[in-house]
């Protein structure tokens, strides 16, 4: 019998795929959840690190940007003598950010903050907020920004990767990869901002 935190009876269609996560509907579609993805470098590197740094990003995120921020359940086990994690989270009826959207004045006044708050804790954190995740940051970033969904009803934003980096990452090809992330997030910003 597995000993899982989740009911496998319950995952549902997919719904995305990153860097690091792949998502599903769960729960009858009211909730999504999130497993690691076997390719992630960081994941794949130091299973137990990336875990302990998914819960530590998430804590701080929670802090600065509470209203940013969906209810996350992240649950850790051991299986195959490998540290995992699932994230279960509540569904977010929404769509991507785009460029149009700002001209909301609400959406663009929380799109501010989220930048602000990632503006900072670069600054004096060094962390890393992923806004635009691989997909934006590579193929669609001025179409979308695939990581803050506008909740349809609301018009409120969520950041939907609940995850930092450090920036200073002491391993050579995760901290170039982060640079380049980085300089790409800010200039894809630029388009956003202007």
Request: hydrophobic residues 40%; contains cysteine.
């Amino acid at each position: 019998m597995d000993n899982l935190p989740y009911n496998k009876n319950l995952i549902g269609g997919f719904i995305a795929i990153g860097a690091e996560n792949i998502v599903y509907y769960y729960n009858n579609n009211k909730e999504v959840i999130k497993f690691p993805l076997i390719i992630s470098l960081r994941y794949s590197w130091d299973s137990e690190k990336y875990c302990n740094e998914l819960k530590n990003g998430y804590e701080i995120l929670k802090n600065n940007l509470p209203q940013s921020i969906n209810d996350s359940r992240i649950y850790f086990y051991k299986s195959g003598g490998k540290t995992k994690y699932v994230v279960i989270e509540p569904f977010i009826d929404g769509q991507a950010l785009t460029k149009s959207d700002l001209e909301d004045d609400l959406v663009k006044k929380q799109f501010l903050e989220i930048i602000a708050t990632k503006n900072r804790l670069e600054t004096k954190e060094y962390l890393f907020l992923d806004i635009f995740g691989v997909w934006g940051l590579f193929f669609i970033g001025k179409i979308k920004v695939p990581n803050i969904l506008v909740e349809k009803n609301t018009k409120k934003l969520f950041l939907i990767d609940i995850g930092t980096a450090n920036l200073k990452d002491s391993r050579l090809i995760i901290s170039m990869l982060l640079k380049f992330a980085h300089w790409r997030q800010n200039k894809l910003l630029e388009f956003y901002l202007n």
